[in-house]
C-alpha cells in the first residue's frame, strides 16, 4: 500500500473538510483534500509565536532568561508551560518551574515581550521575520496563543522548514524540541494528565506519553502540536518525516480524532524505510 492509498482513510472520518499532507526535508510527499482553503489553527499558532520568539533571541535582542510573566518567570517559562499561569486567566497557580501547566495566557504574554525588545508590534514581527521569509499567506486573526489561519499548503511549507531550517540555526531549533524542566508533571487539555509531560520551548514532546495523538509508530522524539480546531502538525525527526492536517471539527468533538489520527499517522509512518 502507498502513502497516498493511506491517506484515502480521511474519506471515512467524521470530518468532511479533513485534508492532510505528508512532508519530507525535499517537500511535500503526499497530500489529500483541498490545500489551499484557509481555517482556524488553534494552538498550532502556537509554533509560529515560537518561532518569531526564537529569532528574536538569534537576533540577540531578547533573551529566553529575561523576566516576562509572573514575579520569577522568564521567557523560558512561558513557553514551556511553567510559568504557573493557568490555561486562561492571570493569576498565577504555582511558582515558576514547579509545574507543567498548560496556558494560552503565557502565551499570550509573549505577545507583549516582543514589543518591548524589539520595537515592533508582535504581529509585525512575525509577518517580517517568519511569514514574509517563508511565504506563507497565513491570516493574523487573533492572539499569539492560537490567533493564526491559514491553508494546508501554509502548514506544509512551515513543516518542511521544521525539517530544514533556514530562518533558525539548526542547533537553536534543536534545543527548543528538546525537553525543557524536565520531570514535570501536567495536563494536556483534551487528553489528561501525564507524568511526566514532557514539553520543549512551545513544541510538545511525545516522549512516553500514552496514550497520545500522534502514532504509536511515532519515534519519542516527535514534536509538534494539535489545535483544538481539529489541526495538527508533528516532526518526527528519527524518520525525518511531518505530517499536517486540517480538519474543521474541534479535537474533543466525540473523541474523534484520537480514534482516527493515530491509525492514519501508523499507517504513513510504516510506509516509510
Same mark, same amino acid.
Given at each position: 500500500m !502507498?502513502? /497516498?492509498?493511506?491517506l @484515502?482513510?480521511?474519506?471515512?472520518w =467524521?470530518?468532511?473538510?479533513?485534508?492532510?499532507?505528508v512532508?519530507? +526535508?525535499?517537500g511535500?510527499?503526499?497530500?489529500?483534500g483541498?490545500?489551499?482553503?484557509?481555517?482556524q489553527w488553534a494552538?498550532?499558532?502556537?509554533?509560529l509565536?515560537?518561532?518569531?520568539?526564537?529569532?528574536?533571541v538569534?537576533?540577540?535582542?531578547?533573551s529566553?532568561?529575561?523576566?516576562?510573566?509572573?514575579a520569577?518567570?522568564?521567557v523560558?517559562?512561558?513557553?514551556?508551560?511553567?510559568?504557573?499561569l493557568?490555561f486562561?486567566?492571570e493569576?498565577?497557580?504555582a511558582?515558576?518551574?514547579?509545574?507543567?501547566?498548560?496556558?494560552?495566557?503565557?502565551f499570550d504574554?509573549?505577545g507583549?515581550v516582543?514589543?518591548?525588545?524589539?520595537?515592533y !508590534?508582535? /504581529?509585525?514581527?512575525? @509577518?517580517w521575520?517568519?511569514?514574509? =521569509?517563508?511565504?506563507l499567506e497565513?491570516d493574523?486573526?487573533?492572539? +499569539?496563543?492560537?490567533?493564526?489561519?491559514?491553508?494546508?499548503?501554509?502548514?506544509?511549507v512551515f513543516?518542511?522548514e521544521l525539517l530544514?531550517?533556514?530562518?533558525?540555526?539548526?542547533s537553536?531549533?534543536?534545543?527548543?524540541?528538546?525537553?525543557?524542566?524536565?520531570?514535570l508533571?501536567g495536563?494536556?487539555p483534551?487528553?489528561?494528565?501525564?507524568?511526566?509531560?514532557?514539553?520543549g520551548?512551545?513544541?510538545?514532546i511525545?516522549?512516553g506519553?500514552?496514550?497520545?495523538w500522534t502514532g504509536n509508530?511515532?519515534?519519542?522524539?516527535t514534536?509538534?502540536?494539535?489545535?483544538?480546531?481539529?489541526?495538527?502538525?508533528?516532526v518526527?525527526?528519527d524518520?525525518q518525516?511531518?505530517?499536517?492536517?486540517?480538519?474543521?471539527?474541534?479535537f474533543?468533538?466525540e473523541?474523534w480524532a484520537?480514534?482516527f489520527?493515530? +491509525?492514519?499517522?501508523?499507517?504513513v509512518l510504516?510506509?516509510?524505510?
Amino acid at each position: 500500500m !502507498s502513502i /497516498d492509498q493511506v491517506l @484515502r482513510q480521511i474519506d471515512d472520518w =467524521p470530518a468532511p473538510e479533513a485534508r492532510v499532507a505528508v512532508v519530507g +526535508p525535499k517537500g511535500i510527499i503526499a497530500h489529500r483534500g483541498a490545500i489551499e482553503i484557509k481555517s482556524q489553527w488553534a494552538s498550532v499558532s502556537k509554533l509560529l509565536t515560537v518561532f518569531a520568539i526564537l529569532m528574536a533571541v538569534q537576533d540577540e535582542e531578547l533573551s529566553l532568561d529575561d523576566l516576562a510573566g509572573p514575579a520569577g518567570a522568564t521567557v523560558r517559562h512561558l513557553l514551556a508551560h511553567t510559568s504557573g499561569l493557568p490555561f486562561e486567566g492571570e493569576a498565577p497557580v504555582a511558582r515558576p518551574g514547579a509545574r507543567r501547566i498548560y496556558s494560552n495566557t503565557g502565551f499570550d504574554l509573549l505577545g507583549n515581550v516582543v514589543p518591548e525588545a524589539t520595537g515592533y !508590534s508582535f /504581529d509585525d514581527y512575525l @509577518r517580517w521575520q517568519v511569514l514574509e =521569509p517563508l511565504r506563507l499567506e497565513v491570516d493574523i486573526v487573533g492572539r +499569539p496563543s492560537a490567533g493564526l489561519s491559514g491553508s494546508l499548503l501554509d502548514m506544509m511549507v512551515f513543516a518542511q522548514e521544521l525539517l530544514t531550517p533556514t530562518l533558525l540555526d539548526p542547533s537553536r531549533l534543536r534545543a527548543a524540541t528538546t525537553v525543557a524542566f524536565p520531570g514535570l508533571a501536567g495536563i494536556i487539555p483534551g487528553l489528561g494528565r501525564y507524568d511526566p509531560c514532557d514539553w520543549g520551548l512551545g513544541f510538545e514532546i511525545r516522549d512516553g506519553k500514552s496514550p497520545h495523538w500522534t502514532g504509536n509508530q511515532n519515534s519519542p522524539a516527535t514534536y509538534g502540536h494539535f489545535g483544538g480546531s481539529g489541526s495538527f502538525l508533528w516532526v518526527d525527526p528519527d524518520r525525518q518525516l511531518a505530517m499536517c492536517g486540517l480538519s474543521g471539527r474541534d479535537f474533543d468533538d466525540e473523541d474523534w480524532a484520537m480514534k482516527f489520527w493515530p +491509525p492514519l499517522f501508523d499507517g504513513v509512518l510504516s510506509q516509510v524505510g
